[in-house]
T-cell receptor, first 114, second 112 residues
Framework: KAGVTQTPRYLIKTRGQQVTLSCSPISGHRSVSWYQQTPGQGLQFLFEYFSETQRNKGNFPGRFSGRQFSNSRSEMNVSTLELGDSALYLC?????????????FGEGSRLTVL | AQSVTQLDSQVPVFEEAPVELRCNYSSSVSVYLFWYVQYPNQGLQLLLKYLSGSTLVKGINGFEAEFNKSQTSFHLRKPSVHISDTAEYFCAVSDGLNDMRFGAGTRLTVKP
């Protein structure tokens, strides 16, 4: 069974640009969550999608958005990039909404903003 | 809302020594507790989880943790560590409805 796949793994952008990150969950998983990981803030929850609907949203500005498609694949978008957006963005999938079981994480997309 | 505090940011230990990584949580409702491990340049991998039942939970790679409701703690232990256990360890909590909240992480360094 293939794991959670995130693309691209690494990318470099400049301030003001936008970026789209993709996440393919484990087959059969309908919940996808996104986290931002930085050395100073640790893992911060961005949002969770379940069956194409956003269930939960973290405390991030509106520049951060996401969506989920009918095949459960998810994308997140960051517009008007700032230096502080440099981070590892982790996607995690789960078979159910909410978290009573395991989150399966991808290897992340490392974004560097110059 | 629930939150997690990992009491040690770094834990150095010699190979074959025992180790305990400490985690305290706060929540107004029943919780589910997790420990994840992250190796360099990788995502997080589940070590173990407490959902209900026995308060002593055994996980992969010889790790175990004990849920202590009165102390609101979920400390991770291993009786004898290996060099390969060097990694970042995250404690996490969920109420089953909302997002999983992670601690700041503990960097375990196993020295020969």
């Amino acid at each position: 069974k293939a794991g959670v796949t995130q693309t691209p793994r690494y990318l470099i952008k400049t301030r003001g640009q936008q970026v789209t990150l993709s996440c393919s969950p484990i087959s059969g998983h309908r919940s996808v969550s996104w986290y931002q990981q930085t050395p100073g803030q640790g893992l911060q929850f961005l949002f969770e999608y379940f069956s194409e609907t956003q269930r939960n949203k973290g405390n991030f500005p509106g520049r951060f958005s996401g969506r989920q498609f009918s095949n459960s694949r998810s994308e997140m978008n960051v517009s008007t990039l700032e230096l502080g957006d440099s981070a590892l963005y982790l996607c995690a999938s789960s078979s159910q909404a909410g978290v009573t079981g395991e989150l399966f994480f991808g290897e992340g997309s490392r974004l560097t903003v110059l | 809302a629930q939150s997690v505090t990992q009491l040690d940011s770094q834990v150095p230990v010699f190979e074959e020594a025992p180790v305990e990584l400490r985690c305290n949580y706060s929540s107004s409702v029943s919780v589910y507790l997790f420990w994840y491990v992250q190796y360099p340049n990788q995502g997080l991998q589940l070590l173990l989880k407490y959902l209900s039942g026995s308060t002593l939970v055994k996980g992969i790679n010889g790790f175990e943790a004990e849920f202590n409701k009165s102390q609101t703690s979920f400390h991770l232990r291993k009786p004898s560590v290996h060099i390969s256990d060097t990694a970042e360890y995250f404690c996490a909590v969920s109420d089953g409805l909302n997002d999983m909240r992670f601690g700041a992480g503990t960097r375990l360094t196993v020295k020969p």
